[in-house]
């Protein structure tokens, strides 16, 4: 008895800690929609949600999703971790949404995968709420990167130690405690370099070179670019947000060379926001 006890009082200590911990993260909001783009990425696809460790799993809500900026676009809806092999079975015309219901995937290229810069909006609903089509919002003025109550937040970057790899920093995101659904997003100018540092072509630090991932594990994984380029667990990021369902841990993973040396790179800005799970 005197054993069961003392089990019992340390599980609810570390439950009471968990709930006090949970109390000095930030509160709720209400989904709006979010904007996304492939600013600097060219013809590459980007990712507009990340369940958790996995590529296997569907979002219990519809996705309304909009075409705002560039041509047709097309979406993958279907998990699959080689995003080489995507099925894109959803096409959007310029200026109009369509509706994606419960998705595996909300991959995102332009039409062929061809070049040029797009831009939307993703908006969720309750699964079956979703319209099946609808004019697009105008892309002026744009909406805010920061919808609602959303955190402004910097990560520090540290070394990777990877010799050789392809990816040589990490910088990690600060995911509210126990938040089911979580808005990350970032605008221009989101890489922070040390003090009095620049590259030495002027530039800023390139949008393709930096991706997100969610498994920890993929820190010790030492890469080449061609073993990756289309591997969605190291999802490309453009300015705009990334919807994470529960995932409690997140990365953005930077690639230095000679002229973008990523020890020059103090931190990364970002906005979070913890959402309301209500549409579920």
């Known amino acids: 008895m005197r054993c069961s006890a003392a089990v ?25 929609a979010a904007p996304f ?20 799993r569907l979002v219990d809500a519809d ?12 979406i993958a809806l279907v998990p699959t971790r080689d995003t080489s092999h995507a099925h894109w079975s959803l096409r959007i015309p310029a200026g109009q949404c369509r509706c994606a219901p419960r998705p595996g995937l909300l991959l995102v290229q332009n039409s062929g995968g061809g070049e040029g810069d797009f831009a939307g909006t993703l908006k969720w609903t309750r699964a079956g709420k979703c319209p099946k089509s609808a004019s697009a919002p105008p892309p002026s003025p ?11 937040q910097t990560a520090s970057c540290q070394p990777l130690a990877a010799p050789g790899g392809y990816y040589t920093a990490s910088c ?8 089911i ?11 922070v370099l040390n003090d009095g540092a620049s ?8 949008q393709r070179f930096a991706r997100l991932i969610t498994d920890e594990n993929l820190l010790q994984v030492n890469v080449a670019e061609n073993e990756l380029d289309n591997d969605l667990r190291w999802s490309f990021i453009a300015n705009g947000c990334i919807d ?15 002229t973008y040396d990523t020890a020059k790179v103090k931190e990364i800005a970002y906005t979070v926001a913890r959402l309301k799970p209500s549409i579920f």
């Open 8 to 32: 019992a009082a340390f599980v609810l200590a570390g439950l009471f800690a968990t709930c006090a911990g949970a109390e000095d993260q930030p509160a709720q909001q209400p989904a709006v």
């Open 37 to 56: 783009s492939n600013a600097g990425l060219g013809s590459q696809w980007v990712t507009l949600e990340r369940y958790g460790k996995t590529l296997n």
């Open 63 to 74: 996705a309304l999703i909009c075409s705002t900026q560039g041509g047709t676009l097309e």
């Open 142 to 152: 744009p909406l805010t990167l920061t919808p609602g109550a959303a955190e402004k």
């Open 172 to 179: 990690q995101i600060a995911v509210p405690l126990l938040s």
């Open 181 to 191: 659904w979580t808005r990350i997003c970032i605008d221009s100018g989101w890489v």
């Open 199 to 206: 590259f030495a072509n002027g530039a800023p630090f390139p």
């Open 244 to 258: 994470l369902f529960h995932v409690s841990k997140a990365w953005v993973v930077l690639h230095g060379d000679a």
